[in-house]
């Protein structure tokens, strides 16, 4: 049972995704540590504002203490809409079990209030070292003007909650079989992935050898360290060239490769085909999608 509700989350997650919904899953007591390897895609934020203010390492460290604040106060007033300290705006779905919340599904990358957005954007320029101009650029091209309607919203997204209760009530009649080693990797390497990072760094990170770390994760995913963060590497890559008109090099540097040529040839490997092609293809796509054909 517990198997076949993780993959109707997934699957119910893939479905609110596809239909234009920027979904995400965030755990803020620990619940979903042993459903990382499945949940892991659901918890970044997407959208290529987002992806640019979390190539910095320290903003993205910012965003994940903020996630309290927001169970909190979805503790105290349940369901809302709010503004990220970035000045996103996204609605927000408290999840709990016997009262208590476990954590929160985001719908998110909507415009709020923008001269807001751009008081924090110079506010952290120089912080995290943004270039204002980009940034705003980006808040203005990537984020959604026209919010979705507010019941209809909820009534997608409430059986999807519902459906992560059932998951921990049943989480606490099973035996605990997983290893939290596996789900902090995970986490580190979606925090990491666009700066340089080695089997060595995630070994410091969780507290094992670089040796152990290798032969660990190998055994639970069936591929390298190294390979899982070209994977990473590649699938925002992909996000990168469908949401945004970034020059190919600036979208090499944003997802971890300084060179742009190794860039290409790696996204060849693993797609078939180049970075160009695949943008074509994906706006061809789009194209056909929006005309109905």
Request: proline share 4%.
């Amino acid at each position: 049972m517990e198997k076949e509700l993780l993959t109707d989350i997934t699957a119910y997650l893939d479905l609110l995704n596809r239909e234009g919904l920027r979904v995400t899953v965030h755990d803020t007591s620990g619940f979903l540590t042993p459903y990382a390897g499945a949940l892991i895609a659901y918890n970044i934020h997407s959208n290529p504002y987002c992806l640019l203010v979390k190539t910095r390492h320290e903003a993205w460290e910012h965003c994940i203490a903020c996630q309290k604040k927001v169970a909190q106060r979805a503790s105290e007033q349940g369901d809302y809409f709010g503004t990220c300290w970035m000045g996103v705006g996204e609605f927000i779905f408290p999840f709990a079990s016997e009262d208590a919340v476990l954590g929160f599904v985001s719908v998110s990358g909507y415009r709020s209030d923008r001269a807001r957005a751009f008081r924090a954007i110079d506010r952290h320029a120089g912080e995290y070292g943004y270039e204002r101009d980009i940034y705003k650029a980006a808040y203005d091209r990537y984020l959604t003007p026209q919010l979705p309607d507010s019941a209809t919203l909820t009534a997608r997204v409430h059986p999807l909650c519902q459906m992560l209760c059932s998951l921990a009530r049943m989480r606490r009649h099973l035996p605990d079989a997983y290893d939290p080693l596996f789900s902090r990797m995970l986490h580190f390497l979606e925090e990491h992935y666009s700066g340089p990072v080695s089997v060595s760094d995630v070994a410091h990170a969780v507290g094992c050898s670089p040796s152990y770390a290798s032969h660990f994760f190998k055994n639970k995913t069936g591929q390298s360290l190294i390979s899982y963060v070209l994977n990473l590497r590649i699938r925002a890559a992909q996000r990168f060239l469908c949401e945004t008109d970034l020059r190919i090099s600036d979208i090499a540097g944003l997802t971890g490769f300084s060179d742009a040529n190794y860039f290409s040839n790696t996204f060849r490997r693993y797609t078939g085909c180049s970075p160009r092609a695949y943008r074509e293809k994906q706006n061809r796509l789009g194209a056909d999608a929006s005309a109905g054909l």
